[in-house]
Structure formats: C-alpha cells, structure tokens
T-cell receptor, first 115, second 115 residues
Framework: DTGVSQDPRHKITKRGQNVTFRCDPI?????LYWYRQTLGQGPEFLTY????????KSRLLSDRFSAERPKGSFSTLEIQRTEQGDSAMYLC?????????????FGPGTRLLVL | AQKITQTQPGMFVQEKEAVTLDCTYD???????LFWYKQPSSGEMIFLIY??????QNATEGRYSLNFQKARKSANLVISASQLGDSAMYFC????????????FGAGTTVTVRA
C-alpha cells in the first residue's frame, strides 16, 4: 500500500535560486492538491489538479510559483527566485473523486528553508 | 473570516484518559465535510475521521469519535484511552460545497500525553 510520496523531504537554498518539488500521488487518485504550512499554522491551499488540468489556484500562488501535472500522474511545484518568506512546509495530497467523502491523503511534505 | 476555529493551542492529558479537542466552523453552504488530521513531529498529516453535513450519526473510528453539533457549528474530536503515541498536533478542516474540493484548516491544537 503506497501512499503519497514527496521529494525531496528537505531543501535548503539561497535567496534568488529556483527550486522544484515533486509529488507522486496514490496511483488511482485523480485529484492532487498542494498546500503550504508555515510554523505553528494550519496548511493553506495553493492549487489543485483534476487529472492533468489545474482547476484552481489560490491568491497565495504568486507569479513565481508554477505547478504542473503532466499526464495526470506526478506533479511538480516550482518556485522561482525564492524569497525568505517562501520558507515553509509544502504538502501534497491526493484524493479519489469517485468516493463520496473524498478524503485527502497527504504526503510527508517538503521542508524548504530559504537563506 | 476564519472558517475553522480551534481555540485550544495546547492540551495535556494523562495516559489512558479521554481528551476533547474543540473545533467550530463557519459556512453558509448546507453541504460540507469536516475532517480531523493528526500531524506528528515528523510532519505528515494523518487522516483520522470524517463527518458529512448530512450524516445523521456522529462519526466514530476506533478510539476517535466526533461530537457533531450542527446547530452550534461545532465538530469536536474525542480521543478515548489516550496513548503516548497520540502526542501530536491535531487539525480540524472543512471542505465546503459540492463542487469545492480544497480544505480550510484551523490553527491546530497540540496534544501532549503524559505517562
């Protein structure tokens, strides 16, 4: 039983650098979500995909952020020209739209530190 | 306006005792779902229990039960027979509407179980 996986688990980068995170959802799940969690807070929604289509983006997702889900399988989240305020935990989740309650199952997250 | 409010930043509970975590929510949509997640220090969000707005009975999952009071807009989590492994951050989350899939999270409650 493989759950949601994320890579890398930790990333330290210097301000101004680009970073890319990967998420592999549960294989039969057609919806995939990205959230950001800062210290001491609950996760905040960033964006979500149904298959390969990006259906909603939060206002939190500035122009420096881009997410893709080619072929409706894994997804990548790229942050360009990172800023110290981007330091956070980036969580990926997936769900199955054919199940009524459509629980989102989360990966272990990627902790980003921007120096 | 906050959609999910968790007023208890931290709680201590003795091993084998029960603990209740408060959650109130705000929505005008008649269709919504309420979720509780556990987040240990490792960071992964673990799904615990779900309550749909039209569910007639309170949800239960093993040692977890949800005290759902619709008129008061509250969905408190009860953990019975606490174990040391229950020490973690607990988040209440809501999905509003039939066509909205993102989750709105509260700020969380830290639970520490004492031996």
């Amino acid at each position: 039983d493989t759950g949601v996986s994320q890579d890398p688990r930790h990333k330290i980068t210097k301000r101004g650098q680009n970073v890319t995170f990967r998420c592999d959802p549960i294989s039969e799940h057609n919806r995939l979500y990205w959230y950001r969690q800062t210290l001491g807070q609950g996760p905040e929604f960033l964006t979500y995909f149904q298959n390969e289509a990006q259906l909603e983006k939060s206002r939190l997702l500035s122009d420096r952020f881009s997410a893709e889900r080619p072929k409706g399988s894994f997804s990548t989240l790229e942050i360009q020209r990172t800023e110290q305020g981007d330091s956070a935990m980036y969580l990926c989740a997936s769900s199955d739209r054919t199940i009524l309650q459509e629980t989102q199952y989360f990966g272990p997250g990627t902790r980003l530190l921007v120096l | 306006a906050q959609k999910i409010t968790q007023t208890q930043p931290g709680m201590f509970v003795q091993e084998k005792e029960a603990v209740t975590l408060d959650c109130t929510y705000d929505t005008s949509d008649p269709s919504y779902g309420l979720f509780w997640y556990k987040q240990p220090s490792s960071g992964e969000m673990i799904f615990l229990i779900y309550q749909g707005s039209y569910d007639q009975q309170n949800a239960t999952e093993g040692r977890y039960s949800l005290n759902f009071q619709k008129a008061r807009k509250s969905a408190n989590l009860v953990i019975s027979a606490s174990q040391l492994g229950d020490s973690a951050m607990y988040f209440c989350a809501m999905r509003e509407g039939a066509d909205d899939y993102k989750l709105s999270f509260g700020a969380g409650t830290t639970v520490t179980v004492r031996a």
